[in-house]
């Protein structure tokens, strides 16, 4: 049975910065790509950024680049989601994704996390 299973959120000031996790059970992580999304209230649910199993080779949606970092601990079986400089307008429900391809983009996800709150106050 495949698990994805994120931590790290929480309620935070602006400013500050969270580190998000994802780990992946029941697949085999060093061949899944992993991508994280969020979703904010009322509103889709978007791509945030990916990383390739092959090369470690990053993508981020253009908002978050320099703020977000996505990162890969492959014999932890985890990913991650560095967040700097939070704002309110990061507040939203982040998931993540896994799947078998190699591009770095939002598409084509197989299994998915159940997602953490993360919550900016300013």
């Known amino acids: 049975q495949v698990q994805l299973v994120e931590s790290g959120g929480g309620l935070v000031q602006a400013g500050n910065s969270l580190r998000l996790s994802c780990l992946v059970s029941?697949?085999?992580?060093?061949?899944?790509?992993i991508g994280w999304f969020r979703q904010a209230p009322g509103k889709e649910r978007t791509f945030v950024a990916a990383?390739?199993?092959?090369?470690?080779?990053?993508s981020y949606v253009l908002s978050g680049k320099g703020r977000f970092t996505i990162s890969r601990d492959d014999p932890r079986d985890t990913a991650y989601l560095q967040i700097d400089n939070l704002k309110p307008e990061d507040t939203a429900v982040y998931y993540c994704?896994?799947?078998?391809?190699?591009?770095?983009?939002?598409?084509?996800?197989?299994?998915w996390g159940q997602g953490t709150q993360v919550t900016v106050v300013s």
């Open positions: 994704a896994a799947k078998d391809t190699v591009e770095p983009n939002a598409n084509n996800y197989d299994d």
């Open positions: 990383i390739s199993w092959i090369g470690a080779t990053t």
């Open positions: 029941g697949r085999t992580f060093i061949r899944s790509t």
